[in-house]
């Protein structure tokens, strides 16, 4: 695999992580509300992208809020053709890094009960299940689990 870099997504990108969204959600995000996190001091878009011929590719995003000593990880997807190649793993290291640069104690997210690969990536990186938020997705109704994963003391 070639090498794979990270950077903040800007309004030019705004199309890539639409075809993302829309390939990889039931329930995708509109433009206007990914738009809106751009415009957020609270909030990062980070975007994955392989170098080559031309423009690089956008291969996957992430999004999160950093809240106090928290991080609030709410979007990440990876384009279907470039699943299972570590891009998902790579924008979870880097929330978890920039968490842990921030001096933030947790991470936490709500995901669909019926996504399993979601939950094992977020197992793989230690979360655990804290919750349930009944009917929480608009548009079927789908509980959200709740998971949380420590970060460690301040400056450990």
């Known amino acids: 695999m070639s090498e794979l870099s990270l950077r903040r997504m800007t309004l030019d990108d705004l199309a890539d992580v639409m075809a ?89 997210l709500e995901v669909r009960r019926s996504n399993a690969p979601a939950q094992a990536l977020y197992d793989r990186f230690g979360f655990r299940r804290v919750g349930l938020r009944p009917a929480y997705y608009g548009d079927n109704r789908e509980d959200a689990v709740i998971m949380t994963a420590d970060l460690g003391a301040p400056g450990a």
Do not use: Y
Request: glycine share 8%; hydrophobic share 45%; charged share 20%.
């Open 20 to 108: 993302i969204q829309t390939g990889a959600f039931s329930n995708p995000w509109t433009p206007d509300m990914v738009k809106k996190e751009l415009s957020q001091d609270w909030s990062t878009v980070l975007l994955a992208e392989r170098p080559g011929e031309g423009r690089p590719k956008v291969l996957g995003f992430v999004v999160f809020w950093l809240v106090h000593d928290e991080v609030h990880l709410l979007n990440v997807a990876v384009h279907p053709d470039a699943r299972r190649q570590g891009i998902g793993r790579a924008l979870m290291d880097a929330v978890v890094a920039h968490g842990r640069r921030h001096r933030c104690l947790t991470v936490t």
